[in-house]
C-alpha cells in the first residue's frame, strides 16, 4: 500500500497500471492512503498518548462518521509493529499490538463475553470455550472466565497497545447507571493489566465523558476534526487533498476534481473518508460502463442525497460544540475553583496597601473648618499660607 501525501503536483501512475484490469485498478485506488494533516495531527497525538499515557489508561479517538477513524487505527497498528520487530526476534510469544472491532449489539444491549470471546481470538488464544476462573473450577466458558483469561492473555503478551474500532458501540446500555459500568470494566481492564487501551469512534462515545473524576483523570480524548468551509486553511488543505485524489485516479484521462471542490466538500461535510469512498463509488461505476474519464456527471450520481448530508453535518457540528472549550465554561471553572482572572496580582496589590496603611497614622473626624495637621516651612505661620 502507497501512502500519498498532500500537495501532489505530477501524476505518477506506472503506465502499467493503466493497462490493467479495471478490477486491479479499482482495487488499487482503494488502497490509497493519504497522510493529510488533520490525519498526521491526530496521529501524533495518539502515538505520544500511547508511548507516554502517564497514568491515563484509556485514549477515545473521537470525530465524525467518516473522517478517517479506521485508517488512522491501521496507520497506528503497524506503527507499533514495526517498532516492536527487534523485541518480537527475542520474544516471539508477544503480541505487539490487538486490533478489535466492537460489533454492534444485536438486541440493543452490549456483550461483555463476546467482546472478550473476540480479543481473545486476536490474540490467537486457543480452547476459549474451555477457559475457567480459579474460583469457579466448574463453570467454563462463561464472561467472568472469559476475562480473567483475557486478563492472563494481556499480561503474557505484553501488547503495547488494544485497539478498539467503532467503540460507541459500547455504550449501547440501558440506563445511565449502566454506561459508567460500561467504561469501570474498561479502565478496570486497562488497570489490571497495565496496557494503554485506544477506543475509536464517533461523537457518540462523548457520553462517556465526565461520568466521574476517577474515569476523567485516567481517559484522554482525541479529537479527528473534519476539514471546516470556514477555515482559510483547512480550505487549502482539503483542495490538497482532492488534488492528491485527482493525480492518482487510474484512468487513461486526467480526471478534473479541484473545480468541483464546493461540490465535492458539500457531499462529503469535509470528510477525507467520505469522499474517498465516494471516488471510489463513482471510478467503480465508471469501469462497469467502460469509460477512462470521471466526470462531474459521474460524481452526481453517487454523491449522498442532501438529507444524508444534513444528518450527518448535524452529528458533526454536535460533537464539535461538546468538545469546544468556551471562555466561558472555563470562567465556571475558575468560578468553581474560587479564582478570578488576575486574582492573585489583585490579592497582592491589596496586601501591599495594607502594608503601607500600617505606618499611616489614623485619623480622627475634626471638626469643620479645622485643617488637618500638617508640617509648614520655618517662619511662616499657619494662617500666612
Not at 79 to 88: F, G, M, R, Y
Not at 144 to 153: F, M, N
Amino acid at each position: 500500500m502507497r501512502e500519498l501525501s498532500v500537495m501532489e503536483t505530477e501524476r505518477r501512475l506506472e503506465p502499467e497500471l493503466l493497462e490493467a484490469p479495471a478490477s486491479y485498478r479499482l482495487k488499487h485506488f482503494k488502497n490509497y492512503t493519504m497522510g493529510h494533516p488533520l490525519l498526521k495531527e491526530s496521529y501524533a497525538k495518539l502515538m505520544n498518548a500511547i508511548h507516554e499515557p502517564a497514568g491515563t489508561m484509556m485514549i477515545f479517538v473521537v470525530g465524525p462518521a467518516g473522517v478517517g477513524k479506521t485508517t488512522l487505527l491501521q496507520r497506528v497498528e503497524q506503527s507499533l509493529i514495526k517498532e516492536l520487530l527487534p523485541i518480537l526476534a527475542k520474544e516471539p510469544g508477544r503480541v505487539p499490538v490487538v486490533n478489535v472491532e466492537a460489533i454492534g449489539p444485536d438486541f440493543g444491549v452490549w456483550s461483555w463475553k463476546d467482546f472478550y470471546k473476540r480479543l481473545l481470538i486476536a490474540f490467537d488464544e486457543p480452547l476459549i470455550e474451555h477457559k475457567i476462573h480459579p474460583d469457579r473450577p466448574r463453570s467454563r466458558g462463561g464472561a467472568a472466565e472469559l476475562r480473567y483469561a483475557l486478563e492472563q492473555t494481556i499480561r503474557h503478551r505484553q501488547p503495547a497497545a488494544i485497539l478498539v474500532d467503532e467503540a460507541q458501540h459500547i455504550a449501547k446500555t440501558a440506563s445511565g447507571r449502566k454506561l459508567q459500568d460500561q467504561l469501570d470494566c474498561i479502565k478496570s481492564l486497562a488497570n489490571m493489566t497495565k496496557t494503554v487501551h485506544a477506543l475509536f469512534g464517533s461523537y457518540e462515545l462523548l457520553a462517556f465523558r465526565n461520568l466521574s473524576g476517577q474515569l476523567s483523570r485516567r481517559s484522554i480524548y482525541i479529537p479527528f476534526p473534519r476539514y471546516r468551509a470556514d477555515q482559510e486553511k483547512d480550505v487549502l488543505a482539503f483542495k490538497s487533498v482532492i488534488r492528491t485524489f485527482e493525480l492518482n485516479i487510474p484512468l487513461k484521462e486526467k480526471t478534473a476534481l479541484v473545480e468541483h471542490w464546493e461540490y465535492l466538500y458539500e457531499r462529503s461535510i469535509g470528510c477525507v473518508g467520505v469522499l474517498k469512498d465516494w471516488l471510489s463509488r463513482a471510478l467503480a461505476d465508471v469501469f462497469n460502463k467502460g469509460k477512462e474519464s470521471l466526470g462531474l456527471k459521474d460524481l452526481e450520481r453517487h454523491a449522498f442525497s442532501v438529507s444524508q448530508c444534513q444528518t450527518m453535518l448535524s452529528e458533526a457540528i454536535h460533537g464539535e460544540k461538546e468538545l469546544e472549550e468556551t471562555a466561558g465554561s472555563r470562567e465556571q471553572l475558575r468560578n468553581l475553583l474560587r479564582i478570578e482572572m488576575g486574582g492573585a496580582a489583585k490579592s497582592e496589590k491589596i496586601e501591599g496597601n495594607s502594608s503601607k496603611s500600617n505606618h499611616t497614622p489614623s485619623t480622627r473626624n475634626r471638626r469643620v473648618g479645622v485643617p488637618n495637621p500638617k508640617r509648614y516651612p520655618i517662619g511662616i505661620e499657619p494662617n500666612d499660607r
